[in-house]
């Protein structure tokens, strides 16, 4: 696990929850074609979870493993109804807030090439989804149930870097929803060990800006 990728947020916030120990190692991107670390991820690809019975890749499966290593502290959902709309939110966040934000914030990080039209288009498509979980908040202060779950801390997450670093307020104006329950996920505690403090984007930045520290949690210590 890489603690600077967003898509292990969710992951080390779940271990903060559930009380579970997972030791970050340093990784540099030309660890990913080595033999060793291939052997654990035959695509190349973080994160990686070593476990004693074998290694979890793909960020939902790891999460979802971490959230349920300890049932008393409700991560999965309260019910097995309410475990499937986590699962189901959990989805949501993948197809259509990540691959959108990632696709916008990329090119800024130097990621990516900059695509203007590609940008244009996942501006477009994440504002949609953030418009549906901003009707679905609007009587709630959870996603699933009357606790965070993975659903909050698998979107949350994700949303940390666009809102860090690209969306604008006059992006997020629309969504006071979903801003109001964003506040609430990334001022506890569990999301504080991991992601520090989140400061949020007064303008968009765009690619060519000066290097950035992308989150201020790197003491490795899980």
């Not at 190349?44 to 499966?61: F, M």
């Not at 979107?155 to 940390?160: C, E, G, K, N």
């Not at 670093?165 to 504080?192: E, I, T, Y």
């Amino acid at each position: 696990v890489d603690s600077g990728n967003a898509a292990a947020f969710k992951i080390l916030i779940a271990a903060e929850y559930t009380g579970m120990s997972i030791n970050v190692p340093e990784f540099k991107a030309a660890d990913a074609s080595t033999p060793a670390f291939l052997a654990k991820s035959p695509l190349g690809r973080v994160p990686v979870l070593e476990t004693p019975s074998g290694c979890i890749t793909q960020s939902n499966a790891i999460a979802r493993y971490v959230a349920g290593s300890n049932q008393t502290v409700g991560l999965t959902g309260a019910t097995y109804f309410d475990s499937a709309k986590v699962d189901s939110w959990m989805d949501f966040c993948t197809h259509e807030i990540e691959t959108n934000a990632v696709v916008w914030y990329f090119p800024a990080f130097g990621y990516m090439p900059v695509n203007a039209s590609a940008s244009a288009v996942a501006k477009k498509n994440l504002a949609a989804a953030l418009a549906v979980l901003d009707a679905h908040l609007a009587d709630k202060t959870f996603i699933v149930g009357e606790a965070i779950t993975m659903a909050d801390i698998a979107i949350a997450s994700a949303l940390v870097y666009p809102f860090k670093f690209v969306a604008d307020a006059s992006f997020r104006k629309p969504f006071g929803n979903v801003m109001r329950w964003f506040d609430l996920c990334v001022h506890q505690p569990q999301f504080q060990a991991v992601i520090g403090d989140v400061t949020l984007a007064k303008t968009e930045m765009t690619a060519g800006a000066a290097p950035i520290a992308t989150t201020g949690k790197k003491d490795n210590k899980k």
